[in-house]
């Protein structure tokens, strides 16, 4: 996959390596560079990035126990307190790592420093680590604090922990993959907070963070199973609790397969330099 530079201009590095693409070894190092550059971004303002959402998602877990708790039917006779932490704790997962890929492309777009990585010759892929790397780091990190900070409130510890790393950190990747798409395509903030409103927020909300999807009435409950970011929720509860609405099975492989298929697209429009490039 070619470099993302632009066309009239070559990097000292570039020039280095003898005007074609970057060396392995130089790539790698980019590449890292980058991503470390991503989670020194939201270390920086952790206050805002990792502390605001871990204390909205327990304002979230103590209001709603209190309104809620004893009125729903619950997968394995759970507490409404527990059914709610790894739900709150995925949602957590999910906005912060689409919020920190996405974010950080469109302030750069926004400010204009975005054309000092232009003249690089980092590789599409080199692009994708570092914006990707960090919003996994940035999920995983808010997602992990998230249920430390419920533990006061309710005793969760996962029953299958190595199926719960595993779809933690698919689903991290999954979004951060997502968020590099919607940075891609926004030109300025307004675009992307449509793009946070409109399709993130509902798709998580109306995946189960809140309730049982298999408690809903068709045709609701067919078209919740519609809803990719329904079995990223639902597989960190087997996770947990070791039951679910989905087969543990189907939870991991439509959030592999989604996963696997927003990263080809990040891929493939960032070798193209979809509205990076002019």
Known sequence: MRSITTPHSESPQAAAAGGGPASPDLAWRGAFALLHKEVRRFRKVSVQTVLAPVISAVLFLVVFQQVLSGRLDLPGGISYAAF?????????????????ASSSLTQSKVTGNLVFLLLS?????GWFLG???????????VGVCVWLSTLPFVITV????????????????????LGVIAGLWAEKWDQLSVFQSFIINPFTFLAGVFFSVDSLPDPWRS??????FFYMIDGLRYGF?????????????VSLGFALLVSALALV?????????H
């Open 223 to 228: 078209l919740a199973h519609l809803n990719p």
């Open 131 to 141: 914006y990707v790397g960090g919003g996994f780091v940035r999920g995983l990190v």
């Open 121 to 125: 010759p980092l590789p599409a892929w």
């Open 84 to 100: 709610l932490v790894p739900g709150l704790a995925m949602m957590s997962l999910q906005q912060n790592a689409f919020a920190n």
């Open 269 to 277: 429009l960032l070798g193209r330099g979809w509205r990076i490039r």
């Open 158 to 177: 996962p029953v299958h922990p190595a199926f719960t790393l595993l779809i933690l950190a698919v689903s991290a990747w999954l979004m951060s993959s």
């Open 241 to 253: 609790f070791g039951a679910s609405d989905a087969p543990a099975a189907v939870d991991l492989g």
